[in-house]
């Protein structure tokens, strides 16, 4: 159980161009969805928080224009990369949460897109 | 900040050998830990979590052991394999959906 999928898993794309990414829980429904980025030999740097039919939050330094989240429904949410540049090339993970009985939020991350811009 | 550390980049253990990554949090609010293993290229796995009411607990072949007063958890794995081979993180949350990521250790198995 748990399991989150992302697509595409890989993408290359020109400069100027957008690219959509989608991820889906796909035996559960989501209690919220998050959005990271790594760069190589790095840790995760969480973006933005999505909940089902409401705006996402976007944390500090990120810009919401440019990275452009749909929360459609309770188990997809899709990130858009507006405009896309190299310095936007990345491993982009979304991850999508469980409420537990406990009150725990516990995170299941899907597989990650490598976006390429050239 | 707040933020999640761990003490060693990378982690060398001969397989068979137990494995022991450690990880420091700053925040004595966090009360929920977990630990994830990252293969190269892929997302992040769940591998065993804790809340902070507890000081010990154990999955298959690993084991988290949490320090509240010196805030500061830890990873065990038993018995290490090739397939362990990864970058381990440990995440902490306060009470909110949020997660604090630490820097990673690579772990390497040598055979």
């Known amino acids: 159980g748990a399991v989150v999928s992302q697509h595409p898993s890989w993408v290359i794309c020109k400069s100027g161009t957008s690219v959509k990414i989608e991820c889906r829980s796909l035996?559960?429904?989501?209690?919220?969805m998050f959005w990271y980025r790594q760069f190589p030999k790095q840790s995760l740097m969480l973006m933005a928080t999505?909940?089902?039919?409401?705006?996402?939050?976007?944390e500090q330094g990120v810009e919401k224009d440019k990275f452009l989240i749909n929360h459609a429904s309770l188990t997809l949410s899709t990130l858009t990369v507006t405009s896309a540049h190299p310095e936007d090339s990345s491993f982009y993970i979304c991850?999508?949460?469980?409420?537990?009985?406990?009150?725990?939020?516990?995170?299941?991350f899907g597989p990650g897109t490598r976006l390429t811009v050239l | 900040g707040e933020s999640v550390g761990l003490h060693l980049p990378t982690l060398s253990v001969q397989e068979g050998d137990n494995s022991i990554i450690n990880c420091a949090y700053s925040?004595?609010?966090?009360?929920?830990f977990i630990w994830y293993k990252q293969e190269s290229g892929k997302g992040p796995q769940f591998i065993i979590d804790?809340?902070?009411?507890?000081d010990k607990r154990q999955g298959q072949r690993v084991t988290v052991l949490l320090n509240k007063t010196v805030k500061h958890l830890s990873l065990q794995i038993a018995a290490t394999q090739p397939g362990d081979s990864a970058v381990y993180f440990c995440?902490?949350?306060?009470?909110?959906?949020?997660?604090?990521f630490g820097t990673g250790t690579r772990l390497k198995v040598l055979a």
């Open positions: 999505s909940n089902e039919g409401s705006k996402a939050t976007y």
């Open positions: 804790i809340r902070s009411n507890m």
């Open positions: 991850s999508a949460s469980i409420l537990d009985n406990g009150g725990t939020d516990t995170q299941y």
């Open positions: 995440a902490a949350s306060s009470g909110t959906y949020k997660y604090i």
């Open positions: 035996d559960f429904q989501a209690t919220t």
């Open positions: 925040n004595s609010a966090s009360d929920y």
